[in-house]
């Protein structure tokens, strides 16, 4: 009997390559799998799965995976305000996670002897699904012919069309990934350090000028409804709020940052309705939230994304800081009110029931009503006494 493998299947040109070699030149019946994370069309699906079958799989099968990648990692990256570098919303590692846990999920469901995916030898997914692989499925071998062949584009494009597979539209001049949770762009300007991506790579183009004010509605820190209208699920707000920003042209900047692999990266990205969720979320946050839990979620989340890039989503640490989000989000709930701009987009307030900065504690710099002038003369001169006692010892040290 054939060995069986289990290969996540994009359609595009290298998991392309890896059908046809793994099933002509290894003599593995390859079962292929699309994880929908959200950059799909319903005609797109229909297109890959047809081109598996052309190209020789056994098998192929398609995952709709928004809501299980949402609740796996979305919702701890919305809770924790997530952005890698004060930047980037974590699109493509995110994904990667959610994908690797399924295909590790199939493999074993299918008995397959090994587990194959299309990265190269240059970039982060590599270690991501490999991190996966080894941790839930150390029996199983890991195949990646185009990592492990070393092969360029144009030698996965020779091999192709030698074995009768059309690759005429395959090389375009960006690379693209989609996923609801932002859309990653590489070309030649994410290659150099000085240039920006021209405006016809972003996947959406202008087509909104007017200003337009929004109201985004959360619940224990989960975006629960947009304007008026309430829906079923957070990713049905994500969207929603995406087809309406993208217009705008919001959400478009180059992240810069370092590689799993200890290398400078860069990559463009458009991620309009992730980029004002985050922002919204966190300005709600800050109107409810004590000044200690703020301090402690900011250095909880630097950890969170940077494991969540790394490929250690299954690190047990993971579930302990998940843990303290939830907890932390018992309040977050609210109204959060945002003007969206071209190219850019305003949080210009919140209204919960659970504002600390109501009126009826005090007005900053005109009133208060908890304390008195004479108390604060005796609170700022015990907050200073340390201080005070150490520059008596120190006669010589100037102030600085």
């Known amino acids: 009997m054939k060995k069986k493998v289990v290969l996540g299947f994009s359609g595009g040109l290298d998991t392309s390559f890896c059908v046809k070699y793994l099933s002509e030149e290894k003599g593995y019946e390859v079962y292929t799998v699309t994880i929908d994370t959200g950059g799909f069309s319903p005609e797109e699906l229909r297109s890959i799965e047809q081109r598996a079958y052309q190209l020789g799989a056994v098998q192929h099968i398609t995952i709709d995976a928004v809501k299980p990648y949402y609740e796996r990692v979305l919702k701890y990256l919305i809770f924790g305000n997530v952005l890698k570098n004060n930047t980037y919303p974590l ?31 240059a970039g982060n997914d590599q270690v991501r699904f490999d991190m996966v692989f080894h941790v839930l499925a150390p029996e199983k071998e890991i195949i990646t012919p185009i990592r492990d062949l070393r092969l360029s584009r144009e030698a996965e494009v020779q091999y192709l069309k030698e074995h009768g597979v059309d690759v005429s539209a395959e090389k375009s001049a960006y690379s693209i990934n989609k996923g609801i949770w932002g859309t990653s762009v590489g070309g030649k300007e994410t290659l150099t350090s000085d240039q920006f991506l021209p405006e016809s790579a972003f996947p959406h183009q202008v087509s909104r000028h007017e200003p337009e004010d929004v109201v985004l509605q959360f619940e224990k820190g989960e975006p629960v409804g947009l304007n008026d209208e ?24 180059i992240h810069v940052g370092d590689t799993i692999i200890g290398i400078k990266g860069r990559v463009g990205f458009e991620a309009a309705g992730p980029l004002i969720i985050l922002k919204a979320h966190h300005a709600l946050e800050k109107h409810v939230l004590t000044k200690w839990q703020l301090m402690m979620k900011d250095q909880l989340a630097i950890f969170y994304g940077n494991w969540v890039h790394e490929g250690l989503l299954l690190d047990p640490v993971m579930r302990d800081i998940e843990s303290f989000f939830i907890s932390s989000q018992q309040r977050v709930t609210g109204k959060v009110l945002i003007t969206l701009f071209p190219y850019r987009f305003q949080v210009n307030g919140i209204q919960s029931p659970y504002d600390l900065m109501q009126s009826k504690f005090g007005t900053y710099g005109e009133m208060n009503n908890a304390w008195t002038g004479e108390d604060v003369r ?12 150490w520059y008596q010892t120190h006669p010589k040290q100037e102030a600085k």
Do not use: C, W
Not at 95 to 107: F, G
């Open 91 to 121: 699109s493509v590692s995110a994904e990667r996670m959610t994908q690797a846990l399924i295909l590790v999920e199939k493999a074993q469901e299918i008995q397959a002897d090994a587990i194959a995916h299309g990265s190269t030898g």
């Open 230 to 253: 309430s829906y079923a699920h957070p990713v049905e707000v994500i969207r929603a709020l995406n087809d309406k920003a993208s217009a705008f042209g919001i959400g478009r900047d």
């Open 378 to 389: 005796g609170f700022s001169k015990i907050m200073a006494n340390g201080l005070r006692i």
